[in-house]
Protein backbone atom coordinates (compact mmCIF):
# COMPACT_ATOMS: atom_id res chain seq x y z
CA UNK A 1 0.00 0.00 0.00
CA UNK A 2 2.80 2.39 1.22
CA UNK A 3 4.62 1.26 -2.40
CA UNK A 4 1.62 1.87 -4.39
CA UNK A 5 1.21 5.72 -2.72
CA UNK A 6 4.90 6.57 -3.49
CA UNK A 7 4.49 5.54 -7.07
CA UNK A 8 1.13 7.81 -6.80
CA UNK A 9 3.04 10.85 -5.45
CA UNK A 10 5.80 10.17 -7.94
CA UNK A 11 3.50 9.82 -11.18
CA UNK A 12 1.43 13.20 -9.56
CA UNK A 13 4.69 15.07 -9.21
CA UNK A 14 5.74 14.40 -13.18
CA UNK A 15 2.63 15.27 -14.11
CA UNK A 16 2.84 18.37 -12.27
CA UNK A 17 6.23 19.34 -13.57
CA UNK A 18 4.87 18.59 -16.96
CA UNK A 19 2.02 20.81 -17.04
CA UNK A 20 4.15 23.58 -15.67
CA UNK A 21 6.88 23.56 -18.02
CA UNK A 22 3.92 23.06 -21.31
CA UNK A 23 2.60 26.12 -19.14
CA UNK A 24 5.99 27.92 -19.22
CA UNK A 25 6.65 27.14 -23.11
CA UNK A 26 2.95 28.59 -23.89
CA UNK A 27 3.19 31.89 -22.22
CA UNK A 28 6.44 32.72 -23.05
CA UNK A 29 6.52 36.14 -24.20
CA UNK A 30 3.42 36.42 -23.16
CA UNK A 31 2.63 38.58 -19.69
CA UNK A 32 -0.93 38.39 -17.34
CA UNK A 33 -2.84 41.18 -17.82
CA UNK A 34 -6.19 42.02 -15.72
CA UNK A 35 -8.53 43.75 -17.88
CA UNK A 36 -11.49 45.59 -16.07
CA UNK A 37 -14.06 43.84 -18.79
CA UNK A 38 -12.96 40.10 -17.86
CA UNK A 39 -13.52 38.49 -14.74
CA UNK A 40 -9.46 36.82 -14.65
CA UNK A 41 -6.17 36.85 -16.13
CA UNK A 42 -5.60 37.02 -20.12
CA UNK A 43 -2.70 36.19 -22.14
CA UNK A 44 -1.15 38.74 -24.27
CA UNK A 45 1.85 38.77 -26.45
CA UNK A 46 4.50 40.59 -25.24
CA UNK A 47 5.49 43.38 -28.48
CA UNK A 48 9.22 44.59 -26.62
CA UNK A 49 11.06 44.22 -23.52
CA UNK A 50 10.10 47.87 -22.22
CA UNK A 51 7.08 48.56 -20.06
CA UNK A 52 4.88 50.37 -22.65
CA UNK A 53 5.90 49.01 -26.72
CA UNK A 54 4.68 51.35 -29.58
CA UNK A 55 3.37 48.13 -31.45
CA UNK A 56 1.59 47.17 -28.79
CA UNK A 57 -1.50 47.11 -30.74
CA UNK A 58 -4.33 46.07 -29.53
CA UNK A 59 -4.43 48.70 -27.11
CA UNK A 60 -5.50 52.04 -29.31
CA UNK A 61 -7.86 51.33 -32.21
CA UNK A 62 -6.84 54.74 -33.60
CA UNK A 63 -3.33 53.67 -33.82
CA UNK A 64 -4.31 50.17 -35.48
CA UNK A 65 -6.18 52.00 -38.27
CA UNK A 66 -3.08 53.75 -39.20
CA UNK A 67 -0.04 52.10 -38.64
CA UNK A 68 1.55 49.85 -41.20
CA UNK A 69 4.35 47.43 -40.07
CA UNK A 70 4.95 46.27 -43.72
CA UNK A 71 5.80 49.66 -45.34
CA UNK A 72 9.53 49.51 -46.77
CA UNK A 73 10.93 52.57 -44.39
CA UNK A 74 14.41 53.04 -46.13
CA UNK A 75 15.66 52.15 -49.76
CA UNK A 76 17.90 49.38 -50.51
CA UNK A 77 18.56 47.51 -54.05
CA UNK A 78 15.35 44.87 -52.97
CA UNK A 79 12.82 47.04 -52.67
CA UNK A 80 13.38 50.29 -54.87
CA UNK A 81 11.37 49.87 -57.64
CA UNK A 82 8.10 52.14 -56.91
CA UNK A 83 4.48 51.37 -56.60
CA UNK A 84 3.13 53.43 -59.83
CA UNK A 85 0.75 55.22 -57.43
CA UNK A 86 4.04 56.45 -55.50
CA UNK A 87 5.79 57.23 -58.16
CA UNK A 88 3.31 59.13 -60.00
CA UNK A 89 2.89 60.80 -56.51
CA UNK A 90 6.52 61.72 -56.21
CA UNK A 91 6.92 62.60 -59.17
CA UNK A 92 4.92 65.41 -58.98
CA UNK A 93 6.00 66.85 -56.07
CA UNK A 94 8.93 67.89 -58.16
CA UNK A 95 9.76 69.60 -60.90
CA UNK A 96 12.20 68.06 -63.71
CA UNK A 97 12.06 64.51 -62.06
CA UNK A 98 15.30 62.99 -63.41
CA UNK A 99 15.63 59.07 -64.53
CA UNK A 100 14.62 57.54 -60.81
CA UNK A 101 15.57 53.92 -62.01
CA UNK A 102 19.06 54.87 -63.14
CA UNK A 103 19.76 57.22 -60.35
CA UNK A 104 18.66 54.63 -58.19
CA UNK A 105 21.08 52.14 -59.52
CA UNK A 106 24.25 53.89 -58.32
CA UNK A 107 23.25 54.02 -54.59
CA UNK A 108 24.04 50.66 -53.44
CA UNK A 109 27.36 50.07 -54.85
CA UNK A 110 28.00 52.97 -52.98
CA UNK A 111 26.49 53.21 -49.61
CA UNK A 112 24.62 50.18 -47.31
CA UNK A 113 22.68 48.00 -49.51
CA UNK A 114 20.82 46.60 -45.97
CA UNK A 115 17.84 45.69 -44.82
CA UNK A 116 17.88 47.84 -41.89
CA UNK A 117 15.93 47.54 -38.26
CA UNK A 118 13.86 44.31 -39.03
CA UNK A 119 14.97 43.28 -35.42
CA UNK A 120 11.60 43.80 -33.32
CA UNK A 121 10.99 41.44 -30.73
CA UNK A 122 9.55 40.62 -27.70
CA UNK A 123 13.47 40.62 -26.27
CA UNK A 124 14.72 44.01 -27.54
CA UNK A 125 13.51 47.45 -25.45
CA UNK A 126 14.93 50.15 -27.76
CA UNK A 127 14.62 53.30 -26.38
CA UNK A 128 14.72 56.71 -28.67
CA UNK A 129 14.87 60.36 -28.42
CA UNK A 130 13.16 62.80 -31.57
CA UNK A 131 14.50 66.06 -31.03
CA UNK A 132 13.33 68.83 -33.33
CA UNK A 133 14.26 72.21 -33.47
CA UNK A 134 11.68 74.27 -31.47
CA UNK A 135 12.82 77.40 -29.17
CA UNK A 136 11.04 75.27 -26.33
CA UNK A 137 14.28 73.51 -25.47
CA UNK A 138 16.19 76.66 -24.10
CA UNK A 139 16.28 76.20 -20.53
CA UNK A 140 14.91 72.89 -20.72
CA UNK A 141 18.17 70.99 -18.40
CA UNK A 142 17.22 67.96 -21.31
CA UNK A 143 20.57 67.47 -22.15
CA UNK A 144 21.56 64.24 -20.04
CA UNK A 145 18.10 62.50 -20.28
CA UNK A 146 17.84 63.13 -24.39
CA UNK A 147 21.37 61.32 -24.13
CA UNK A 148 20.09 58.74 -22.37
CA UNK A 149 18.19 57.38 -24.95
CA UNK A 150 19.29 54.33 -27.02
CA UNK A 151 18.66 56.41 -30.15
CA UNK A 152 18.93 60.26 -30.60
CA UNK A 153 17.63 61.16 -33.65
CA UNK A 154 17.93 65.32 -34.78
CA UNK A 155 16.94 66.83 -37.76
CA UNK A 156 18.30 69.33 -40.22
CA UNK A 157 20.38 71.81 -39.10
CA UNK A 158 19.63 71.69 -34.91
CA UNK A 159 23.00 71.99 -33.59
CA UNK A 160 24.27 70.43 -30.20
CA UNK A 161 27.61 72.54 -29.76
CA UNK A 162 26.83 75.10 -27.11
CA UNK A 163 23.66 73.47 -25.94
CA UNK A 164 24.39 70.32 -24.81
CA UNK A 165 22.70 71.29 -21.55
CA UNK A 166 19.42 71.53 -23.00
CA UNK A 167 20.01 69.27 -26.22
CA UNK A 168 22.32 66.97 -25.01
CA UNK A 169 25.22 66.11 -27.22
CA UNK A 170 24.48 62.28 -28.11
CA UNK A 171 23.32 61.92 -32.35
CA UNK A 172 22.39 58.41 -33.58
CA UNK A 173 21.07 59.74 -36.26
CA UNK A 174 20.15 63.03 -38.48
CA UNK A 175 17.05 63.20 -41.18
CA UNK A 176 18.51 65.68 -43.95
CA UNK A 177 17.68 67.12 -47.41
CA UNK A 178 20.37 68.54 -49.30
CA UNK A 179 19.46 71.88 -48.48
CA UNK A 180 19.41 71.37 -44.61
CA UNK A 181 22.75 69.27 -44.82
CA UNK A 182 25.48 69.78 -42.05
CA UNK A 183 28.64 67.41 -40.94
CA UNK A 184 28.08 64.62 -39.23
CA UNK A 185 30.68 62.78 -37.38
CA UNK A 186 32.01 59.28 -37.83
CA UNK A 187 29.32 57.52 -35.76
CA UNK A 188 25.82 59.36 -37.09
CA UNK A 189 23.82 57.81 -38.95
CA UNK A 190 22.79 60.08 -42.28
CA UNK A 191 19.11 59.55 -43.21
CA UNK A 192 18.20 61.85 -46.39
CA UNK A 193 14.84 62.66 -46.68
CA UNK A 194 14.53 62.76 -50.53
CA UNK A 195 11.55 64.77 -51.78
CA UNK A 196 12.65 64.82 -55.00
CA UNK A 197 15.49 62.90 -57.39
CA UNK A 198 17.49 65.52 -57.26
CA UNK A 199 18.10 65.10 -53.68
CA UNK A 200 19.51 61.37 -54.09
CA UNK A 201 21.44 62.50 -57.14
CA UNK A 202 23.22 65.33 -54.30
CA UNK A 203 23.86 62.24 -52.00
CA UNK A 204 26.07 60.48 -54.66
CA UNK A 205 27.49 63.58 -55.79
CA UNK A 206 28.77 64.55 -52.39
CA UNK A 207 30.15 61.23 -51.75
CA UNK A 208 31.84 61.44 -55.19
CA UNK A 209 32.00 63.57 -57.80
CA UNK A 210 31.18 66.79 -55.47
CA UNK A 211 29.52 68.73 -58.85
CA UNK A 212 26.28 69.54 -57.41
CA UNK A 213 26.28 72.88 -55.73
CA UNK A 214 22.50 73.84 -56.51
CA UNK A 215 19.46 72.88 -56.10
CA UNK A 216 16.02 75.56 -56.11
CA UNK A 217 18.93 77.22 -54.06
CA UNK A 218 22.73 76.52 -52.95
CA UNK A 219 23.84 73.48 -51.33
CA UNK A 220 27.02 72.38 -50.14
CA UNK A 221 28.81 69.97 -52.65
CA UNK A 222 30.12 67.95 -49.49
CA UNK A 223 29.81 67.13 -46.09
CA UNK A 224 31.44 65.20 -43.71
CA UNK A 225 30.09 61.84 -42.70
CA UNK A 226 30.40 58.47 -42.85
CA UNK A 227 29.63 56.65 -45.82
CA UNK A 228 28.75 53.56 -44.22
CA UNK A 229 25.85 54.88 -42.12
CA UNK A 230 23.92 56.23 -44.95
CA UNK A 231 20.43 55.75 -44.97
CA UNK A 232 17.59 57.02 -47.45
CA UNK A 233 13.96 57.00 -46.76
CA UNK A 234 11.96 55.11 -48.80
CA UNK A 235 9.95 57.49 -51.46
CA UNK A 236 6.80 54.79 -50.32
CA UNK A 237 7.19 55.74 -46.77
CA UNK A 238 7.07 58.82 -47.29
CA UNK A 239 3.66 58.51 -48.71
CA UNK A 240 2.49 56.40 -46.15
CA UNK A 241 2.93 58.89 -43.70
CA UNK A 242 1.11 61.53 -46.10
CA UNK A 243 -1.72 59.35 -46.65
CA UNK A 244 -2.00 57.51 -43.13
CA UNK A 245 -0.95 59.84 -40.60
CA UNK A 246 -1.36 63.29 -42.33
CA UNK A 247 -4.41 61.99 -44.06
CA UNK A 248 -3.25 63.78 -47.28
CA UNK A 249 -3.08 67.33 -45.52
CA UNK A 250 -0.28 69.83 -46.98
CA UNK A 251 1.71 68.73 -50.33
CA UNK A 252 3.68 66.25 -48.10
CA UNK A 253 4.70 65.28 -44.50
CA UNK A 254 7.78 68.16 -42.64
CA UNK A 255 10.53 66.76 -41.46
CA UNK A 256 9.81 66.47 -38.19
CA UNK A 257 6.25 64.72 -38.69
CA UNK A 258 8.47 62.04 -40.92
CA UNK A 259 10.91 61.81 -38.30
CA UNK A 260 8.17 61.22 -35.72
CA UNK A 261 6.45 58.23 -37.42
CA UNK A 262 10.14 56.87 -38.63
CA UNK A 263 10.81 56.13 -35.09
CA UNK A 264 7.39 54.60 -34.53
CA UNK A 265 8.90 52.42 -36.52
CA UNK A 266 12.32 51.86 -35.61
CA UNK A 267 12.03 52.29 -31.83
CA UNK A 268 9.95 50.61 -29.02
CA UNK A 269 9.96 53.62 -27.06
CA UNK A 270 9.26 57.02 -28.58
CA UNK A 271 10.44 60.57 -26.28
CA UNK A 272 9.56 63.50 -27.95
CA UNK A 273 11.65 66.97 -27.81
CA UNK A 274 12.08 70.27 -29.16
CA UNK A 275 8.62 70.21 -31.04
CA UNK A 276 5.72 73.00 -30.89
CA UNK A 277 5.73 76.96 -29.77
CA UNK A 278 7.87 78.27 -26.44
CA UNK A 279 4.94 78.53 -23.60
CA UNK A 280 4.85 81.91 -24.91
CA UNK A 281 3.31 80.44 -27.88
CA UNK A 282 6.37 81.66 -29.73
CA UNK A 283 7.48 79.30 -32.97
CA UNK A 284 11.75 79.95 -33.61
CA UNK A 285 14.54 77.37 -33.47
CA UNK A 286 16.35 77.05 -30.27
CA UNK A 287 19.80 77.70 -32.02
CA UNK A 288 18.65 81.27 -33.38
CA UNK A 289 16.24 84.07 -33.35
CA UNK A 290 14.24 83.29 -36.66
CA UNK A 291 10.71 82.92 -36.91
CA UNK A 292 9.29 79.98 -37.81
CA UNK A 293 5.93 78.69 -39.08
CA UNK A 294 4.11 75.25 -39.41
CA UNK A 295 1.58 76.37 -41.76
CA UNK A 296 3.43 77.36 -44.55
CA UNK A 297 1.15 75.73 -47.63
CA UNK A 298 3.48 72.96 -47.92
CA UNK A 299 2.70 71.31 -45.21
CA UNK A 300 -0.06 71.09 -42.80
CA UNK A 301 1.37 71.69 -39.49
CA UNK A 302 -1.88 72.40 -37.50
CA UNK A 303 -2.65 68.86 -38.35
CA UNK A 304 0.24 67.23 -38.32
CA UNK A 305 0.53 68.94 -34.08
CA UNK A 306 -2.83 67.42 -33.73
CA UNK A 307 -1.73 64.22 -34.92
CA UNK A 308 1.24 64.48 -32.60
CA UNK A 309 -1.30 65.44 -29.38
CA UNK A 310 -3.50 62.29 -30.38
CA UNK A 311 -0.07 60.34 -30.20
CA UNK A 312 0.63 61.18 -26.35
CA UNK A 313 -3.00 60.36 -25.44
CA UNK A 314 -2.89 57.34 -26.91
CA UNK A 315 0.16 56.46 -25.11
CA UNK A 316 2.63 56.06 -28.61
CA UNK A 317 4.74 59.21 -27.76
CA UNK A 318 5.74 61.00 -24.47
CA UNK A 319 6.24 64.71 -25.26
CA UNK A 320 8.58 66.86 -23.46
CA UNK A 321 7.72 70.42 -23.72
CA UNK A 322 10.37 72.38 -22.09
CA UNK A 323 9.94 75.24 -20.50
CA UNK A 324 10.74 78.62 -21.98
O1 LIG B 1 12.67 74.08 -38.64
P1 LIG B 1 13.09 72.67 -38.90
O2 LIG B 1 12.29 72.04 -40.00
O3 LIG B 1 14.56 72.49 -39.12
O4 LIG B 1 12.74 71.88 -37.55
C1 LIG B 1 12.71 70.48 -37.51
C2 LIG B 1 11.40 70.04 -36.89
O5 LIG B 1 11.32 70.48 -35.55
C3 LIG B 1 10.18 70.62 -37.59
O6 LIG B 1 9.81 69.86 -38.72
C4 LIG B 1 9.14 70.59 -36.48
O7 LIG B 1 8.59 69.31 -36.41
C5 LIG B 1 9.98 70.82 -35.21
N1 LIG B 1 9.91 72.24 -34.78
C6 LIG B 1 8.83 72.64 -33.99
N2 LIG B 1 8.75 73.93 -33.53
C7 LIG B 1 9.69 74.85 -33.85
C8 LIG B 1 10.79 74.47 -34.66
C9 LIG B 1 10.87 73.14 -35.11
O8 LIG B 1 7.95 71.83 -33.70
N3 LIG B 1 9.61 76.09 -33.37
Known amino acids: MVVLLRKLRCYMTALLSSIIIVLLLYFQNSVLVFTDDSYGFISKKVQCACSICVTDRGNSHWFSERYDNKVPLLLNSTNSVL ?4 SRWWKELQSNAGNYTEVVHQLFPLFPDKEHYSDAGPDRCRTCAVVGNSGNLLGSNYGPLIDFHDFVIRINKGLTEGYEKDVGSKTTHRIVYPESAVDLDNST ?7 KILDIQWLISAFTTKNITQTYRKVPSTIKANKDKVMIL ?10 NWAEGHGRYPSTGFLTLIFALHICDEVNVFGFGATSGGIWHHYFEKILTSYETGVHAGKFENEIINRLQQENKILMHKGWT
Do not use: Q, S
Open 234 to 243: HPEFIRYVYD
Open 189 to 195: HLVLLPI
Open 83 to 86: RANV
